[in-house]
């Protein structure tokens, strides 16, 4: 996971939904923009970027479901095969 250390942002340089919330994922466009020098360790608080909220999801979710479901795909095929002999 591209994660960082959290951080925010108090300079009026940078629109609201940069500055009121706080980010921790390397990928997202509205962290990145914040520079170096502009940035505050730590949350401040704020709750987490949307964007960084959702990039987190979609790293987490996808190989959690595919490792879930595998299991019962191959119940499935099993059930299936089972019933289809007994014709």
Excluded at 6 to 13: A, C, V
Excluded at 56 to 85: D, M, N, Q, T
């Amino acid at each position: 996971m591209p994660h960082e250390s959290p951080f925010h942002t108090d300079s009026p340089e940078y629109p609201p939904t940069h500055r009121n919330v706080y980010h921790d994922n390397s990928l997202c466009d509205h962290g990145k923009a914040i520079k170096q020098e502009h940035r505050v360790p730590g949350t401040g608080g704020r709750p987490r970027c949307d964007r960084c909220d959702t990039l987190a999801s979609s790293e987490h979710g996808s190989p959690v479901l595919r490792v879930i479901s595998a299991p019962f795909r191959v119940i499935g095929k099993l059930i299936s095969k089972l019933a289809g002999s007994s014709d």
